[in-house]
Every structure is written in structure tokens, then in C-alpha cells.
């Protein structure tokens, strides 16, 4: 027997048998049913509806045949019908010498093509031991009922998308949940990467974030290990070409993936309607058969309610510092120095160490006011606060406690450094001008609202005794009441 020529387009036949799904798949009614009515209205003691798959012809539904028989494509009479869009007939074998010394033993085949996308991916197909001549009228039935049978693959086809799509949607939805459940900005870029990583199949995800300068930095990764690594403009790499193109990109190790352990790569921008703000990257260690499209997809969604998210992120997170932050002075306010003082006396507890706190208040404030105007008096203040911020060392905190007050929390410092410390600031008052402190040293048990107490007590001496001087507060049983004025 002569092996059927492998046709033309034969990888885009092979992609749309591929596409049906239905090899090395169980029966199904529909085609056994199908392949049955094939059988008697044709009269024929074999039907079949058979795939013609690389090197194998594959059954599907059979009559006389059963689901999952295989036979070699070169000994297949259904190879020979994928050729051509008509039905093929062999009304007697032993005479036709494409087919003499058949291996399967028939004397006659008639095989119309089952057609998927525009390819012949197999035929259904009738036969027997003995030579037979079908009619017209066997031959219509016949291509009829391929017809009936393509046409059920398509629908079987459209039902496992809608299916397969509805259950990418619900992994979608449970990704995104997860991840609107996260309020932490660093949790966040995490979940997101596994998130990445599970939705399509990926064995590493990184997210690369926008930084200034223009620098793509790798922020995060799952599997990688890249963490902190930048990409100039221009760089060759997927993640940055997706970045700069503002469009996804998907490489191959062939393709200049450029990661020699890894089989392909997805870059996927994160963008908003007006900003990209970075490129989130999965990495397959294995290259897919063929481009992932719906994990694909699935990565470009999840991208997309990403971006959305770490945008809301970003301005909740500047809404909540600007809480924080002294419009006037652009340092703390009192909000923020309640919050960072509790945060230093939990801390001093822990590990048996010392806080300082001192209170400044600008000397004649108001007589300044009057003197050169509310906005004058405004500069000042900011320029105090600008000037004290080289006085501080790394782990001190100023901030702006209200009207010309000011507060400093100095941790880890001895009565004597401490003391040092508020001169410095003092001195570093501009325009001649002048303040009053008071500091007081946490005695280790009391709470931020007692120290604070002793610190303005200390403050209130000092203003008493004259202004532009420092007060140590006194212990806490002997600490007298701070009065107005």
C-alpha cells in the first residue's frame, strides 16, 4: 500500500486538529450516535470517524471499530481522503494500487473529509472486507453527515471556550479578590506575582516598577531572584521593550528571550488609561508548545486591575501621608509625632533603651507676627524647620506640634546628648531669632502623654526664666504643672 503524501499546510492542519481537542479523549454520544446512523443508512458493516493525527490515524467513534483505535498513518485510506476536499471512494482496493496489500484487510473505503477551520483534520468514513460501489445517494449521506459531524466539533469546540473561559474568569475573580484584600504596598506587588505565576502556568513572575531616571527596576520576584535590579531605556531586554513600546511582548529562547535556563517569557505593561507605570514578567522554564494566548490574556486582565490598584494605592498612600505631613513646614505634624513617639517608647521598652523628648516654642512669635505680617511669620516657621533638618541625626524626628510649637523625640540619647541635641536646633533658629525648649528624659514606665507633660512643664520654665534657654524637666513625682500664659 502507497503512504498518503503529506499535504500542503499540514502545520495549520495539525493546529486545527489540535485546536478540536478531541484526541486520546473518551466517546462521546453525539459521535457514536453519528457514526451509527453512518453505518445503516449506508449499509456498511464498518463507520468510523477517524482523526488523522502526525504519524497516526486515531478513532474517535467507530462502528466496528471502537474509540481509541490507532492504526499508522501510512497504512491509513483516511490519509489519503484529507487530501482533497471531495469525497473520497475506493469501490474495490485489491484493484486500485494505491491500497493493494492493504495492512487492514478491506475491499472497499469511502471516506468524506471532517473539516475544522478551513482544514481537513480527518474523515468519517464507511468500509468493508468486500468490494462495494456506493451510490450517489450513499455518497450525499455520506457528506452530509461529515458536514454534521464537523459541524459538532465546532459546537463541542465553542462549548469547552465558553467553559474554559468562564473558568478563566472565575480564577481571575478569585485572583483579584485575593489581592484587593491586601492593603500592605509590598504584600500587594507579592500577591501579585504569584498571582501571575498561577493564573498562566508560569514557574517565576517579576514586577518591574517605574523608578526616577527614567530606570525600570525589578521590585519584586517570585522564582527569579532579580530583585533590585534596574534596566536603562533602551535595554534590549522583553520587560523593557514591552515598557517602552507600552505593548506586550512574548520571546522564545529562540526568539532572544536572553535568559538561557528559561523556555519563554511574557511582558506585560501596566498601564492606565494615561500612564504606564511598569511591566509585569512571566517566565516559563519549559517553552509552551504553542503561544499561550489564554494565559496570555489572563495576564493582560490581571495587569490591568493591577495597575488600577497600585495606582489607588499610591494616591491613598499620598492622601495618608499628606494627613501626616505640615502643609506650612513640610514635616510631621502633630498627628505624625503622637504616632512616631508611642512607636519610640514601644520600642525603648523593648530593648531597654532611652528617649529624649524636647518642646520649642518660637520667643516672641506674635510680636514678630505683628511686626512683619502673618506671611512673614510664615516663612519663618518653614525656614526654622528647613534649617533644623541638618541638626538631626538619622533616627530623630521633628515635627511641627502647632501654632510656633515644635517637638523633637530623640531616641537613644543620655540626658547631656539630649540636651546638646535642642541647643544645636536653638542655634540654628534664622533672622536672629529665638526659642525656648524643654526636655525630658522617658523614665521608662511612664506614658507619651506624661512625658509630654513634663516636657512642656520644662518648656514653661524656661519661657518663666527668661526665654532663648533650655529646662531639663524634673523627675515625674516632683514635675509641677505646666500653667498658660
Known sequence: MQSAPIPAGEPQ?????????LLDTAAEPAFDELVALTARLLGAPVAAFNLIDTARQWTKAGFGMANGDEAPRVDSFCAHAVLDD?????????????FTENSMGLGFYAGAPVTVAGQRIGTLCVAGEQPHTPTGDDLETLRVLASAVAAHV?????????????????????????????????????????????????????????????????????????????????????????????????????????????????????????QIMGVLTVLWRSEPPEVPERELQLIELLSGEAAVAIQRTATL????????????T???????????????????????TTVALGMFDLDHFKAYNDAHGHPAGDRLLATVAASWAGCLRATDSVARYGGEEFALVAPGCTAEEALALVDRLRDAVPEDETCSAGVALWDGSETPEELLARADAALYAAKVAGRNRTKLATPRETAPAPTEG
Open 13 to 21: 492542519r495539525l493546529e486545527a486538529l489540535r485546536s478540536t481537542a
Open 86 to 98: 471531495e469525497t473520497l471512494v475506493v469501490p474495490d482496493a485489491t484493484r486500485d494500487p494505491r
Open 154 to 274: 465546532e459546537l463541542a469546540r465553542r462549548e469547552r471556550e465558553r467553559a474554559e473561559e468562564s473558568t478563566m474568569l472565575r480564577r481571575l475573580g478569585e485572583a483579584t479578590s485575593r489581592l484587593a484584600r491586601v492593603s500592605d504596598a509590598a504584600e500587594f506587588e507579592t500577591e501579585l506575582c504569584a498571582a501571575a505565576c498561577e493564573l498562566a502556568g508560569a514557574d517565576a513572575a517579576v514586577l518591574w516598577t517605574a523608578i526616577p531616571g527614567g530606570m525600570l527596576l525589578a521590585a519584586v520576584d517570585v522564582g527569579l531572584g532579580i530583585a533590585g535590579t534596574e534596566l536603562p531605556p533602551g535595554h534590549g531586554a522583553g520587560s523593557r521593550v514591552a515598557f517602552d513600546r507600552g505593548e506586550r511582548e512574548y520571546r522564545t529562547r529562540a526568539e532572544g528571550l536572553g535568559l538561557p535556563e528559561w523556555g519563554a517569557g511574557a511582558f506585560q505593561p501596566l498601564a492606565t488609561a494615561d
Open 317 to 328: 498612600s499620598e492622601l495618608e501621608k499628606l494627613t501626616r505631613v505640615d502643609a506650612l
Open 330 to 352: 513640610q514635616i510631621g505634624n502633630r498627628r505624625a509625632f503622637d504616632e512616631q513617639l508611642s512607636r519610640e517608647l514601644k520600642r525603648a521598652e523593648r530593648e531597654g
